[in-house]
């Protein structure tokens, strides 16, 4: 039987995964028992979940945190810290009220107080919330257990925003950590949700634990995705950062790890082959690959080089070294991505198989492209991006493009997409990134869609797209949604406020001890209703 070299090196990669030893974990493997459940994922460098949007750093907010309202598995958004609310007959004023048994890990009460903080902060900082500021007349408490928000014109997305999935998650803090500006990180780890971070056993760079918060009084419903009582089944979790994905998968596969939250996709056979493991996908609507580009500094900074990016993308290229599984990877050509209602093909006469790099490289020298660096963002801890950021960077050079891979880790590429300098004062050009397609749908708390003064990394601006994103808070029918969805897509691709490489849905691999995970439309997980039984 002839072997392929592709084969071959997947054999090997098994063999390696199978035989490696990562003793890394030895030590953390006794005692074993059913109440502790770890999982492999990368590294957690900072904990504040309004003060960056990364994904881990979202599910560490929902382990120790909790929301006013959560989505249900019908994705609407029902009371979670909330127990009664109503809005008044003109829509402007809404009135919360807290429910009973909620406390913070410190022991204190949560207050009113707390939930305002809480907003104020995270309209500092997300999209959404920004809209929420600017049409707010008041945020404030009436008394320890209620609050009201007054309008000075109707919102009628305010629930699905406080209840949204898009990050920052308006997750709620203790008034005093809140206080804190948004750009400025929280360091304390002090919630309400159903888990404790456990700071004497944190290992920054190796591993994290997270205890059961035994005085979490959940909801009485049942749990309904992120709704409902948050049950939590299992005495700890241990996360462990494993950056390096066959190392992860030979703890997986030794019974050192019960969870991979990123699976290597080269490897998927070899996972669904073993009778221990499982391959499960948490988010079936999967995650939007997107390439930011820095509009504030050359070439990007100019819109023929822009536009340069969409033609020369071929997103089946990308796909094929992101998610080679046609299971899981398909293309998307609209920023409202493929699963949500507001999806179409408007202005995107630019996307074709194979891309066009002679019109990309005729763009770029309309652009006056001088052969200026172009530094590519490329994080080495995520498999998936670091293989696009390898393959863009060469897809550029091939057209006569000056690029340069910039390699860190997961961290070290959010730390630097913040600088807006040029790239010799440590700046960038291109990062790769992914946001939930299920996201993509609402344009008002997505960070993709923006191109306004508080516009996501890479700064794109564009008033004529703004006026038109604007409307939505108060667009009420389908049909007319979708008519603006058209005008707001027409615009973005005319500017090319960022450039789309695919849509992939990536499963999480587990033993299969491990049952009760939860189903999202988000790249972070949940932590609560897992439990495992006894190997």
Same mark, same amino acid.
């Given at each position: 039987?002839?072997?392929?070299?592709?084969?071959?090196?997947?054999?090997?990669?098994?063999?390696?995964?199978?035989?490696?030893?990562?003793?890394?974990?030895?030590?953390?493997? !006794?005692?074993?028992?059913?109440?502790?459940?770890?999982?492999?994922?990368?590294?957690?460098?900072?904990?504040?979940?309004?003060?960056?949007?990364?994904?881990?750093?979202?599910?560490?907010?929902?382990?120790?945190?909790?929301?006013?309202?959560?989505?249900?598995?019908?994705?609407?958004?029902?009371?979670?810290?909330?127990?009664?609310?109503?809005?008044?007959?003109?829509?402007?004023?809404? !009135?919360?009220?807290?429910?009973?048994?909620?406390?913070?890990?410190?022991?204190?009460?949560?207050?009113?107080?707390?939930?305002?903080?809480?907003?104020?902060?995270?309209?500092?900082?997300?999209?959404?919330?920004?809209?929420?500021?600017?049409?707010?007349?008041?945020?404030?408490?009436?008394?320890?257990?209620?609050?009201?928000?007054?309008?000075? #014109?109707?919102?009628?997305?305010?629930?699905?925003?406080?209840?949204?999935?898009?990050?920052?998650?308006?997750?709620?803090?203790?008034?005093?950590?809140?206080?804190?500006?948004?750009?400025?990180?929280?360091?304390?780890?002090?919630?309400?949700?159903?888990?404790?971070?456990?700071?004497?056993?944190?290992?920054?760079?190796?591993?994290? !634990?997270?205890?059961?918060? #035994?005085?979490?009084?959940?909801?009485? #419903?049942?749990?309904?995705?992120?709704?409902?009582?948050?049950?939590?089944?299992?005495?700890?979790?241990?996360?462990?950062?494993?950056?390096?994905?066959?190392?992860?998968?030979?703890?997986?596969?030794?019974?050192?790890?019960?969870?991979?939250?990123?699976?290597?996709?080269?490897?998927?056979?070899?996972?669904?082959?073993?009778?221990?493991?499982?391959?499960?996908?948490?988010?079936?609507?999967?995650?939007?690959?997107?390439?930011?580009?820095?509009?504030?500094?050359?070439?990007?900074?100019?819109?023929?080089?822009?536009?340069?990016?969409?033609?020369?993308?071929?997103?089946?290229?990308?796909?094929?070294?992101?998610?080679?599984?046609?299971?899981?990877?398909?293309?998307?050509?609209?920023?409202?991505?493929?699963?949500?209602?507001?999806?179409?093909?408007?202005?995107?006469?630019?996307?074709?198989?194979?891309?066009?790099?002679?019109?990309?490289?005729?763009?770029?020298?309309?652009?006056?492209?001088?052969?200026?660096?172009?530094?590519?963002?490329?994080?080495?801890?995520?498999?998936?991006?670091?293989?696009?950021?390898?393959? +863009?960077?060469?897809?550029?050079?091939?057209?006569?493009?000056?690029?340069?891979?910039?390699?860190?880790?997961?961290?070290?590429?959010?730390?630097?997409?913040?600088?807006?300098?040029?790239?010799?004062?440590?700046?960038?050009?291109?990062?790769?990134?992914?946001?939930?397609?299920?996201?993509?749908?609402?344009?008002?708390?997505?960070?993709?869609?923006?191109?306004?003064?508080?516009?996501?990394?890479?700064?794109?601006?564009?008033? #004529?797209?703004?006026?038109?994103?604007?409307?939505?808070?108060?667009?009420?029918? +389908?049909?007319?949604?979708?008519? +603006?969805?058209?005008?707001?897509?027409?615009?973005?691709?005319?500017?090319?406020?960022?450039?789309?490489?695919?849509?992939?849905?990536?499963?999480?691999?587990?033993?299969?001890?491990?049952?009760?995970?939860?189903?999202?439309?988000?790249?972070?997980?949940?932590?609560?209703?897992?439990?495992?039984?006894?190997?």
């Amino acid at each position: 039987m002839a072997i392929s070299r592709r084969n071959l090196i997947k054999m090997s990669m098994a063999a390696g995964a199978a035989l490696s030893s990562p003793s890394i974990l030895r030590a953390q493997t !006794t005692p074993r028992d059913a109440q502790t459940v770890r999982f492999a994922t990368g590294d957690l460098t900072v904990f504040d979940p309004i003060f960056t949007t990364t994904d881990g750093t979202q599910a560490h907010g929902l382990a120790i945190y909790d929301t006013l309202f959560a989505l249900d598995s019908a994705l609407k958004p029902q009371p979670q810290m909330v127990a009664k609310w109503e809005v008044s007959a003109d829509k402007k004023t809404y !009135t919360f009220e807290l429910r009973d048994g909620l406390g913070w890990h410190d022991g204190t009460p949560v207050t009113a107080a707390d939930c305002v903080a809480s907003i104020r902060r995270w309209g500092q900082a997300a999209t959404g919330g920004q809209v929420l500021m600017e049409r707010a007349k008041d945020i404030s408490k009436k008394d320890d257990k209620s609050f009201t928000i007054i309008l000075k #014109e109707p919102l009628g997305i305010l629930i699905d925003m406080l209840g949204g999935v898009a990050a920052p998650v308006p997750f709620i803090m203790r008034e005093k950590d809140a206080g804190h500006p948004a750009t400025e990180q929280v360091t304390t780890n002090i919630g309400s949700g159903p888990f404790k971070f456990n700071e004497a056993l944190a290992r920054p760079g190796a591993s994290f !634990t997270y205890d059961r918060n #035994e005085k979490y009084v959940p909801r009485n #419903e049942p749990s309904d995705r992120l709704a409902g009582g948050k049950i939590v089944k299992v005495d700890r979790v241990i996360w462990n950062n494993i950056a390096d994905q066959q190392t992860a998968l030979a703890a997986l596969q030794a019974g050192e790890v019960d969870l991979q939250t990123y699976a290597p996709a080269d490897l998927y056979g070899v996972i669904e082959s073993d009778p221990n493991l499982v391959l499960q996908v948490l988010n079936k609507s999967g995650n939007d690959l997107g390439l930011r580009m820095n509009h504030l500094q050359k070439p990007f900074d100019n819109v023929k080089a822009r536009q340069a990016m969409l033609h020369l993308i071929d997103q089946d290229a990308f796909l094929g070294v992101m998610a080679p599984d046609p299971r899981f990877g398909r293309p998307v050509t609209s920023i409202f991505g493929n699963s949500t209602p507001y999806s179409n093909d408007e202005n995107t006469g630019w996307f074709k198989k194979g891309g066009d790099p002679e019109k990309a490289k005729q763009l770029f020298k309309e652009a006056g492209y001088a052969g200026e660096k172009v530094v590519i963002l490329d994080p080495t801890s995520w498999a998936q991006g670091h293989a696009a950021s390898q393959l +863009l960077a060469i897809t550029l050079q091939k057209i006569g493009i000056n690029a340069e891979l910039a390699p860190s880790d997961w961290g070290g590429v959010v730390a630097r997409r913040a600088n807006k300098g040029p790239v010799e004062s440590g700046g960038w050009n291109i990062f790769i990134t992914d946001d939930p397609d299920y996201v993509q749908g609402d344009p008002i708390t997505a960070v993709f869609p923006n191109a306004g003064d508080h516009a996501w990394f890479g700064w794109p601006k564009s008033d #004529e797209y703004e006026a038109l994103r604007a409307k939505w808070p108060d667009v009420t029918t +389908l049909e007319e949604r979708k008519a +603006l969805a058209r005008q707001m897509q027409r615009v973005w691709w005319d500017f090319v406020g960022d450039v789309r490489l695919g849509q992939i849905v990536s499963p999480i691999a587990r033993r299969k001890t491990l049952t009760g995970l939860i189903e999202v439309p988000t790249i972070y997980f949940p932590m609560w209703n897992m439990q495992k039984a006894s190997a």
